[in-house]
């Protein structure tokens, strides 16, 4: 079942990629195919895991996280119809399942067993954002890239994969409501969790909390500055790329 | 049957030249009708464009085909038998093929990847066989060049990318706005040239038009005709506000827009982006603007630098779409030429299985003691005959067909054995079945 689903996530992946690089539309229609039978496949065993048991192990959280950006992008793809973002997307989804099958408890199985509805909320929540994120990242990078091609005069070929600033302009900021919001329930449950356990909403290590509550700072003051002051285009875009390398720093620090 | 196709092109033919020989479309069936009076063509088409004129027929005999083409021309077209042969190109069989596969699908044409030419042939063909002067041989032809021109163009990015001023501005407001629909363009001077590019853009969605000009009758005139607004010129920082695209055309010497006053709109639209194209000579907007985080400047030689780069990436595109091409018309003629020698062996089956039959019938006439058994005898025995007989040669055929031999072709084979493979004697009758 793994195998297929990995080779489903890889024939979509490497048609993204051709795609994306020959500016050609002839495939899409194969690499939406395999995706779509991989997803299918993917929701099927995901909910089979989640329903029988309590998830454990660090591969099911990275499958989870793939799951979420391939159904972010699908959401993506119904809405403009370009497959620009499936070529981030689709490649990372493989990686993340990818490296989740091959080493399902290589950071030792069981030793993040979640239990209890709150904490698995606060993980299920979390992967949402995260997955959003990457997409943010994603969206923003392809901005620069276009807008470069535009101000440079002399656009290459790539002026005509990337979609237009207008869409990716759009995507930033529908991305960026989806993933805050996510976050900011994810933090809410994953701090009533600790109340329930330990009695105090800030009890655990500071270390550990405090990165997670600057990045919502961080994604929260961008959200904010697209909203109030209309921030638009390039500023927003290179705010949303640091935020998501400050994000994978407060991650690795949060566990 | 062969194809054949003469014509002149805009690769050799100069457009003097070229107009004399043009059919005007509306009567191009009466033109068929007078064609088919030319003996020697049994089926006829005639393309022509502004870029080509060309007859493609198919022909029992190759000299007399050509030669009723020729008449053809000098009798219906005011052109005299010496010029018409120094431009006239005629191309047969494969080459034939292979040329109708590549004007099709706008490999020939002087734009490579324009897409008009596959519209015109199809219209070209579709004439032709609705007033029945295309048979089965054109339209076999035809349709195999209408696929291979579909399959170009969605195997390659050829036709993708625009190649003039006025497309490539629409192309990079697309690029820069997504749909143009609801965006408002400002036009700042009445020239020409910026009314071409204001009306590309409003054929492209961007309906929200505003113009200013130095002089306001001409700017209401210009207005009224691309059916917007007027605004003032003495306004333009007011009016570059509220612009997403300004087309700066202006006879004004020395810059009209400066870095502050698209800075200061740009403040003030809050970092939408603004795409300024200008177009005017002298220059119209300081070449400054586009170190502004928001704007987009692109002048006229940028505008002509994307056509041109575009234009040299279509023809390296069209090497890829040249091999797709190759391929096609290989797959295609093997194709034929395997028909081909099927109805062959069809007809000599025929004419041996005819002759068999009369001379059974003869032989049976003149034995009257002949009884049942002897008759079917004689049936087995020269059955056997013929089959034994044509073994060895349609072995051979077929097998120099296979490696594409050059020396006996299909039509030395038709004349050696007195066959014609499309004759009213038809090989559907005969059996078709192979020798053992």
Known sequence: MVAILIACYLASALTHLYLLCTGRSAGVVYGIGALLAGFALHTLMLGVSFATSAPEGWGLWLSGMAWVIILMYLIVYARYRDIALGGFAVPAAFILEGYASAFPGVWGAGSIAVQGYLLKGHAVLALLSWGAFFLLFASALMYLVQSQQLKSRRPSAWLHRLPSLDILDDLNHKILYFGFAFLTASLLLGSMWAKSRHGAYWSLDPVRTWPLILIWGAYGLLLVCRLTRSWKGKRSAVFSMVAFFAALLALVVHF | MSIILAGVSHHNTPLSIRERLYFPEGDMSDWLDRLADYRGLEERLILSTCNRVEVYSAVEDYDQGLDAIHRFFLESRDIGAEELSAHLYV??????????????????????????????????????????????????????????????????????????????????????????????????????????????????????????????????????????????????????????????????????????????????????????????????????????????????????????????????????????????????????????????????????????????????????????????????????????????????????????????????????????????????????EEPD
């Open chain 2, 91 to 432: 191309h047969r069989e494969d080459e034939a093929t292979r040329h109708l596969f590549t004007v099709a699908s706008s490999l020939d044409s002087m734009v490579v990847g324009e897409p008009q030419i596959l519209g015109q042939v199809k219209e070209a063909y579709r004439v032709a066989q609705a007033s029945g002067h295309a048979g089965k041989a054109l339209t076999n032809l035809f349709s195999r060049a209408f696929r291979v021109a579909k399959k170009i163009r969605e195997q390659t990015p050829i036709g993708e990318s625009p190649v003039s001023v006025s497309s490539v501005a629409v192309d990079l407001a697309k690029r820069i706005f997504g749909s143009l629909a609801g965006k408002n363009v400002l036009l700042l001077g009445a020239g020409e040239m910026g009314e071409a590019a204001a009306r590309h853009l409003k054929a492209s969605g961007a309906d929200n038009l505003h113009v200013a000009n130095r002089t306001l009758a001409r700017a209401q005139e210009l207005a009224s005709r691309l059916k917007g607004g007027v605004v003032s010129f003495d306004n333009l920082e007011g009016a570059l506000i509220d612009a997403d695209i300004v087309i700066a055309s202006t006879a004004a010497q020395g810059f009209i827009l400066d870095k502050p006053i698209v800075a200061s709109a740009l403040e003030q639209r809050r970092d939408a982006p603004v795409f300024l194209i200008d177009i005017a000579v002298p220059r119209n907007v300081a070449p400054e603007v586009n170190d502004l985080e928001d704007a987009y400047l692109y002048d006229v030689d940028d505008l002509q630098s994307v056509a041109a780069d575009n234009l040299r990436g279509r023809e390296e595109v069209a090497r890829d779409a040249r091999a797709i091409l190759e391929n096609e018309v290989e797959t295609y003629l093997a194709r034929q030429q395997a028909e081909e020698l099927r109805h062959t062996f069809a007809a000599i089956r025929f004419f041996a299985e005819s002759m068999r039959r009369e001379e059974v019938e003869k032989t049976v006439s003149r034995l009257p003691g002949l009884g049942e058994d002897g008759r079917e005898t004689l049936d087995a025995m020269t059955k056997a005959l013929v089959n034994k007989l044509l073994h060895h040669p349609f072995a051979v055929l077929r097998r120099m067909a296979e490696e594409d031999v050059e020396g006996i072709s299909v039509e030395s084979v038709q004349k050696l054995f007195g066959v014609e493979p499309e004759s009213d004697a038809g090989p559907s009758e005969a059996s078709t």
